[in-house]
């Protein structure tokens, strides 16, 4: 099919606007962690019946180097990447989180000149400058004053936008070192889940364990709770159900449609883009997500972007291109 890399990309950018959005709105009503574990076992689950049905073999068999190689990835990348990124959906919202995303590229280039020895051109210099100045001139925006961000929340949800750029990026340059020679996108991306989901885990029972050891304003009277209970257990038993009441049926449609768009259907049209267009072609449809998501942000936060913010996304876009097109020039 004519152009079949180009819409592989293209696409690529629109379902993970789609996945944004999906995750953004049940982080805020889950939290954060909640999401993640839940968003991690559903994708592994799924990828775990695909490798089977279409491999024979639930668990791929790509070598014990390449499987260290892509568990790291998605430990850094999936698991404690994108905790930070959930988190910076529930503080800042999906547009500003997005942005500081594209920070993402710029980290993969410079920890692969710094680990590998890969050469940096000045083309790359001059992109990962204009990201930069892109996405600071956004993140300094002081919060409108319609704005239910206030500046201290705004500061932890770029700071955490950027951690979660910072994890993608080494994940990229782990992932990308697995994947050099005949490795499936299926069987890779199965790897780094299964590793995440299992990363997300411990991340959930820690915590689950930090809450349980601040003082708990009990969302249940004491009558709600069985007297033959042991006492270290009503923490538990309390928190269990107040989940049950936020995880409703708005809040599993949109992790399904987030998982759905995102760790599977996005991430399988990002590895076809990778491999029927130059990398830095590919990497720049990729990278549209913060200007794809500019006109839904009326809907998400209520009001129209300022110019300042179109403005910067575009430009931290343009860094993007000149970055990605930068081994190519």
């Known amino acids: ?28 009503k889950i939290g954060a962690t909640q999401l993640n574990l839940l968003r991690s076992l559903l994708a592994c689950v799924i990828l775990l019946g695909l490798q089977r049905y279409f491999k024979g073999n639930p668990w791929p068999s790509i070598g014990a180097n390449r499987t260290w190689f892509l568990a790291v990835s998605g430990l850094l990348g999936l698991a404690i990447g994108d905790q930070f990124l959930f988190a910076g959906y529930v503080l800042v919202g999906p547009r500003t989180t997005t942005l500081l995303m594209t920070l993402a590229p ?28 892109g996405v600071l001139w956004v993140a300094a925006e002081s919060p409108h004053a319609a704005s239910a961000i ?13 951690a979660a750029a910072a994890c993608q990026g080494i994940g990229m340059v782990l992932a990308s070192n697995a994947l050099r020679g005949d490795v499936d996108a299926m069987s890779a991306q199965t790897v780094r889940m299964s590793a995440g989901a ?14 349980q050891s601040k003082p708990i304003v009990p969302a249940l009277t004491p009558s709600d709770l069985s007297s033959q209970l042991p006492t270290n257990l009503q923490p538990a038993i309390i928190a269990l159900q107040s989940n ?9 449609v949109a992790i399904i449609i987030g998982t759905l768009t995102g760790p599977i259907l996005g991430v399988w049209c990002s590895l076809s883009a990778l491999q029927k267009l130059d990398v830095g072609i590919a990497t720049t449809l990729m990278s549209l997500v913060p200007v794809m998501i500019l006109p839904f942000s009326k809907w998400i936060e209520g009001r129209w972007p300022t110019p300042r913010a179109i403005l910067g996304a575009i430009i931290a876009v343009v860094g993007v291109v000149i970055l990605a097109t930068a081994a190519h020039a």
Request: glycine letters at 8%; hydrophobic letters at 60%.
């Open 1 to 28: 099919m004519q152009h079949a890399g180009e819409l592989a990309g293209l696409a690529t950018s629109a379902l993970w606007v789609v996945s944004s959005l999906a995750f953004a709105a049940a982080g805020r």
């Open 198 to 211: 299992a990363g997300i885990i411990v991340i959930a029972l820690v915590v689950s364990r930090m809450r």
């Open 106 to 133: 710029a980290t993969a280039a410079i920890l692969s000149w710094i680990v590998f020895g890969q050469s940096m051109s000045w083309q790359a210099i001059l992109g990962m400058a204009i990201t930069l100045i």
């Open 150 to 162: 206030n500046p201290s929340q705004q500061r932890k949800g770029v700071l955490f936008g950027a």
């Open 244 to 252: 049950r009441r936020l995880i409703n049926q708005p809040v599993i």
